[in-house]
């Protein structure tokens, strides 16, 4: 099968990363498309970060329909128009928020989120409360190190990461911790090996589940909220919307 | 004060009568400044146009800033990229889909949201699950009229129009029917005349919203969630916003 | 317009004060008449005080609407008696909670409630959750500042009025002040030169959401739950509402 | 034990009927003493006499208390003014409403609430969501029963509340009935006889609930929110609150 | 009448002192039978033991039922198979948690549950969501004092739960504390001539619900989700209930 | 790797149906050992045969752990005993109906349950509320056909069924089918190829899961609510648990 995954900021090497990480996870005949979108910003850290992005990136999700992507993953822990791709695609379109949160919950009975920057907690918790996770989640903890830190990662800031990790589980009672950040995939292993719970990387959960859809046959619904975008006309920089 | 009302479509005849609307209801000296985004759908009926009609609005909201706004009102009914757009700006930025819920619960115990497309049914629940007025929402009724058809609207889907309301009177309980489209702004009037309950329109009510938190001199929170947005490059057609 | 300001306690000075603030936000065109119970307790910082207040303020519901009221405003935080007020009233009245919780929520993503002694601290919670409101408040903080010290607040109160909002700043993460008492109007400029995020008086956002919906041609719904009272005898010191 | 009956309605007929049935309901050794307000709402069925009927209650808790009650029933289906009865009493202050509910909820998995007017279903909601019922309550309906026509009901009237508890039951899917008016006391055996679930009177069931407390000794909590009220100046026709 | 209390694990002497409890409580014509199973767990203290020990108990109701029960308690705090247990019988069945949180929330504002081990503490929290009682309680508190220690309770750990109770007044504001463990019946006199707040026991508060819905002829509804189970065949140590 | 299917009932021919539908869908290197307990009910349609049920399950987690099970299934609609089971397995532990939601909502934006007796609505919602997806389901819905009349379904039924699922779809706004009971897997293609929808089974969900979870090296936290279940003397038919 072909996963499209896309990283909705437009760093080519977050992109590069994050699908190295997917392919050490994806079964051998799970063919990784990576995407970048050519528009919007360097990385997606507040909600206008994430309006902007999440336009750009629905320019992909209609690239990878017609390279015959059978799941698209849209790689940005705020799940950006999550809802509008799932209008634009037919295969399923999947979000690392909510794939995280589907697979921890199924290892420990409380997990907690841990992120980057205090401004995108506000994101996580609402994306919380719209898949209903709310009260599985023992809190959600910013790291403060910006997203484009973790691509070269300072023992210091590593360590901050690590600190309050161990912060949610000792204080907060996380079972598990979901990493708040598509560039934090490479660091699974790390932590895994120097923390008592289970960590989920989102990235390498979207892939699991990607294939997990596709084997089951399993699209996205066309008949209601996720059937196609109305035809209309759209003007300037859309215009290719235009239908 | 100066008052930026932007219509998140690209509808300059939308735009045009809901301004009109605005100033027959506005402070004499509130300037009612409407926009229209270059850019995005002629009509905002799935979350489709939303994410690219919110991607679009932004540069409205910079620009209302530039032109000393004192007050934004996003005149969508799904609130696009409200979050956002309050980062970007100084002055208070209302969303219609939320003035009206503020106003119609002191009106009426419960209210209903009557709307147009069944595609715009989950976004307007969203909001009420958002906002927190769930409980205070006897229901969202879709008509199945098309945004771009209330402009000249016809008898017949007038008539549903007001059908859809004594339905959510008489078989839902509403005390109170919020208008679920920037479009039905111009209908108010006919429909009051009509129907037993208070009829709030969103563009009318932010409005008086926006006047409201400008007499009182409340501004945009700068310190959190709405601080300004992360300097960061931005690429292609975003690149205007690179920092 | 005639804005009815009614002071649930019978603390004339209270009253006065709570007028003079109003009147300095209210348009040119809008007269504010103050109305004092005859009845009652001097302050209101419990249940029990709330009862016997919101009895005695319906008389001066009635009085409003006598004097041609265009809308009433309840200027106690808690709110007391407001849907039985509704129903006694055509014109809109509004509650200075709701109205600051209404404002609030617009200029930041989470706001605190500061309020007097922390027996009234469930009173706020209740009417969070009864409103809607209680996912956007980062929560109610005490000062254990008697009602009635407030009229001429000492230093040392005055400071532990703002070291509460600081800490709901700091601690809590509040991104505006919602000041949990009417009697807190007069210091509403002294707290907002000393703290960096909005801060909202009830009373202020209630003249304004009482204009807005008098513009607005916006009354209270008499068909469902704010219907007139239904007539029936009433004896001894209520005899007065015998219908 | 000494039981305070209050019935915060004046209609002395329906105190006794409540009274009654209370009687024949309590064990050997509680004594019922009935007490009707002097002032107040013939009968309570929207919130304006709840308010009205609940500040003249409170001088019957006084009344209670001085008696040497042991426990205080407040008898109407709103449990009006129960948080400040609380704050004035020591011993326990039951409302019926949340008795019913704590009983049919140990025998039913969903209960319905059979009232009186359709006017009182909100107050029934409220209480619901207040105490944390609503999701084990199949719905409220309304017979729309003026309260005063339970003391000799007609047979119509009679077989109109059969048949909405019958409806409850058949389209709802209740399991127990929780009669929504403490003037239905006297109707219990009746519907028992004709209905295949169990009926559920608030007033017998705070009774036993009552005798319950009691035997455990245990009172109200006064270090909180049910805390003496405050002592203050009371004026007016509440001047005997002056503390 | 004749009240059932099963000790759902298989420690006879803690059955023998929760029923010397419930005797102290118990009306004169109530009589108590005490049943342990034969079968399970010594002690319940995570969800592993009450699954085993909730189909044992399911034998003793069989024997109530069979012995003329009136009502049944099962009585550990995380109220195992109550729902199985109702299908079983017809006489009511009553949890100690439930019954603890219905007294509880009658004399407190806000309750605590104060419990044996931090494994139990998820099962609290269970029972306050299905119940509806969560925004009741101030908090689940652990002593980690293993349930057996309860038995014959060391000074140290007497004084840490004691300890805890003050945490829950003094740190989260509780204002009646809950017992969340069946084997801390005995010490309820004990921490209540210490603390200033109400002491809730879930057995001696079932015994009273008992002895409540059994004087009201309230009986467990047969028409729904508590119908007799569905007949059918049963194997191997199950055998007993083939069908 | 080893994926344990547990069918909690003891119908030997459901389990062979399911393993069967399990091995159609898991990938090559997955080996189903399909495990039936020895103990218990032959199917599960109420809270007393869950509650039995899920005993006897714990035993085949045990066996499934000793024959090196990397996933453990629990194979009937209600997730009986599934954090028991947690407690007991290192590896990771899936329950049907929380698969069915997390891939339902993955694809459908509500998602119907169509289950056997309305006797068993009240376990789906309880699982719906337990997990957070009651907002995202448009209703349970029941076909009252007995569990075992699904292992060779007769026409009607099966219409029923369909039916069923097809007033979801048009009358709910189900976007998605979940079938509510393991005994359904043979149905999904013919379901498929009628309804406009994507059709969910729980248990080739589960398979996808285990999965998912074991090449992730996902496996259950042991260090909170989870752990091995405490140490400690058992008794008759469970002396095995003995530690």
């Known amino acids: 099968m072909r996963i499209q ?84 695609a037919d295969a399923p379109v999947i979000g690392i928020a909510e794939a995280a949160f589907k697979l921890a919950s199924m290892v420990g009975h409380k997990f907690a989120v841990v992120t980057t920057l205090s401004r995108t907690v506000p ?28 691509e070269h990662i300072e023992p210091s800031a590593y360590n901050q990461l690590r600190d309050e990790c161990l912060a949610a589980i000792n204080e907060d009672g996380a079972e598990a911790i979901v990493l708040g950040c598509a560039g934090m995939s490479a660091l699974v292993d790390r932590l895994r090996a120097e923390l008592p719970v289970p960590i989920i990387d989102g990235v390498a959960a979207a892939v699991k589940l990607a294939e997990s859809l596709h084997q089951l046959s399993l699209k996205t619904a066309k008949t209601g909220q996720y059937g196609a975008p109305v035809n209309k006309p759209f003007i300037g920089r859309y215009e290719h919307w235009n239908r």
């Open 5 to 88: 995954i896309i990283n909705p900021n437009t760093s080519v090497g977050m992109t590069e990363a994050m699908a190295a990480s997917a392919r050490l996870i994806a079964l051998p005949n799970s063919e990784i498309i990576a995407s970048t979108p050519e528009h919007g910003p360097r990385s997606i850290e507040c909600a206008f970060d994430e309006v902007v992005a999440g336009a750009a990136m629905l320019d992909q999700i209609q690239k990878g329909k017609e390279m015959g992507a059978d799941a698209h993953i849209v790689a940005c822990f705020g799940d950006p128009a999550l809802d509008a791709a799932r209008e634009l």
């Open 123 to 150: 994101a996580s918790e609402h994306l919380l409360h719209k898949y209903g996770y709310k009260h599985l989640c023992s809190g959600v903890r910013a790291t403060d190190i910006p997203v484009l830190a973790l």
